[in-house]
C-alpha cells in the first residue's frame, strides 16, 4: 500500500523532512571554522620583498598546519604523521587570508588566516592511522564573574577578569565565547546569580545563551606578602564538558608581573583545559565505520530538526540513512566511528539517548525520552 494512503498528511510531511536531513548531513559534516588557524604571524627578510612575501606565505601554512594538527589530535598521535612536503600542504590548504601586512624593499610582516580543506585533512589523518577528533558543539560560554569588596562583577565595568577573556583565548577546538552584555534593565542581578549558581541558575543561564555547555568563572584578586598577584578561580558548569571543567584552580604572578598578564594565563589555562577534556574523551579512532539500526519516535517536524542537529554535532557519527517509516518512529540506520560505547558517550554530550528497549535501539533526543519509571 502507498505510503500516503496508510498516513497521509503526516507521513508525507515526515517523508519530506528526511529527505531534507538526508541531503543536508554529509558524512563528517562540521564546522570548517575548526579548520581555519587564524593569527599566523610571520616575519621574513630576503633579497627583495616579493621573496620574502612567497616565503613568508609558506612558512604561515607550515606553522598553521602544525597548530592544526596540535588542535585535532595528542602529541603522542601527530608524532606519527609522516613529513608532509611542501606541495602536498599546498594541496591542503584552501586559502591563505591576509589580515595585516607591513612591507620594506626586504621584509614581509604579516597576520594570516589560512583555511585547510577539510576532507584533505581527514583523509591525511585516516591514512596515517592518527586518532582525531572534530568539533561539531555550540560554543563554550564562559561567564567571568569578579569577587571585589564591594560584591561581584560580570557585566559591570571595572571587570579586569572579563577584560581577559574578551582579549580571546588561545584559539583551540572549542570555541569559546563570552556574551556581550545585555542591557542593564534586562539582567540587573545576572552578577549575583552567577556568582551563586547552583544547578538550576546554570541551566537557565545556558537556555538563555543557546548553548549546551556553560561556565560561571567566579575569581578574587588578591597578593602575597612580597606584592605578587595572586588570582583564585572557582569553575561551575552545566553541560558534559562545562561540568567536567568544575573545581578551584590558583594562579601567582612573578615578581614584577602585572595582574593582567597573570588574569591572560588563567584564561589559557581554562582554555586549555576545555580542550584537552573534549580531545581525551571524543577521540576518532580509524578503520572501518560501524553500523547500528535504531528506532527514533516520532513527534513532528521540530523533533527531526533538533534530532538532525544533534546528531551532526556527534562527530563519532559519519552519515546515517532512512531504513523504515511508520506514523509513529522511523527506523535510521547509524553509521559510526569507534566502540558503541563511544558512541552513546558521544551522544550524551550533544543532548541525545540511546537506550535498549523491547529487543532494539532507541535513540531519543534527552527532552523526549521518558523519565525512569514514567510509561
Known amino acids: 500500500m502507498p505510503l500516503r494512503r496508510r498516513f497521509p498528511r503526516l507521513a508525507a510531511l515526515l517523508a519530506a523532512a528526511l529527505v531534507s536531513i538526508m541531503a543536508a ?115 563554550l560560554v564562559v561567564l567571568p564573574v569578579l569577587q571585589t569588596d564591594n560584591g561581584p562583577l560580570l557585566w559591570e565595568s571595572g571587570n579586569g577578569w572579563a577584560n581577559a577573556w574578551k582579549g580571546g583565548a588561545a584559539q583551540g577546538l572549542v570555541p569559546i565565547v563570552v556574551p556581550a552584555p545585555p542591557p542593564s534593565a534586562q539582567a540587573p542581578d545576572d552578577a549575583l546569580q552567577a556568582a551563586t549558581a547552583g544547578p538550576d541558575t546554570l541551566a537557565a543561564f545556558a537556555t538563555r545563551f543557546e548553548t549546551q555547555d556553560l561556565v560561571v568563572a567566579a575569581g578574587v584578586i588578591g597578593r602575597t606578602d612580597d606584592g605578587r598577584a595572586t588570582f583564585d578561580v572557582t569553575l561551575t558548569g552545566a553541560g558534559p564538558l562545562a561540568a567536567a571543567m568544575a573545581g578551584t584552580r590558583s594562579w601567582q604572578g612573578e615578581a614584577g608581573e ?66 523504515a517509516l511508520s506514523q509513529t518512529s522511523a527506523a535510521l540506520v547509524l553509521h559510526f566511528l569507534g566502540a558503541q560505547q563511544q558512541l552513546e558517550a558521544a551522544m550524551v554530550q550533544n543532548g541525545l539517548v540511546l537506550s535498549w528497549a523491547d529487543d532494539h535501539w532507541v535513540l531519543q533526543t534527552q527532552q523526549t525520552k521518558p523519565a525512569e519509571g514514567t510509561q
Open 25 to 139: 548531513a554529509p558524512a563528517g559534516a562540521v564546522d570548517d571554522d575548526s579548520y581555519t588557524v587564524h593569527d599566523v604571524h610571520v616575519d621574513v627578510t630576503a633579497e627583495n620583498v616579493n621573496v620574502a612575501r612567497q616565503q613568508g606565505f609558506a612558512k604561515g601554512q607550515r606553522d598553521a598546519f602544525d597548530a592544526l594538527i596540535q588542535r585535532f589530535t595528542t602529541p603522542e598521535e601527530a608524532a606519527h604523521l609522516p613529513p608532509v612536503k611542501d606541495d602536498q600542504l599546498d594541496e591542503l590548504v584552501l586559502d591563505v587570508g591576509v589580515d595585516q601586512e607591513k612591507r620594506s624593499t626586504v621584509r614581509y610582516i604579516a597576520t594570516l588566516s589560512v583555511r585547510f580543506k577539510p576532507d584533505e585533512i581527514r583523509r591525511l589523518l585516516r591514512d596515517a592511522g592518527i586518532a582525531y577528533t572534530e568539533w561539531r558543539g555550540r560554543p
Open 258 to 323: 602585572a595582574l593582567e598578564a597573570v588574569l591572560r594565563r588563567a584564561v589559557t589555562d581554562i582554555a586549555a583545559t576545555a580542550n584537552d577534556d573534549y580531545k581525551r574523551d571524543n577521540m576518532l579512532p580509524t578503520g572501518e565505520t560501524q553500523s547500528l539500526a535504531v528506532s527514533v519516535p516520532i513527534g513532528g517536524l521540530a523533533d527531526w530538526e533538533q534530532l538532525r542537529a544533534r546528531l551532526i554535532r556527534t562527530t563519532a557519527v559519519r552519515s546515517w540513512e532512512v531504513a
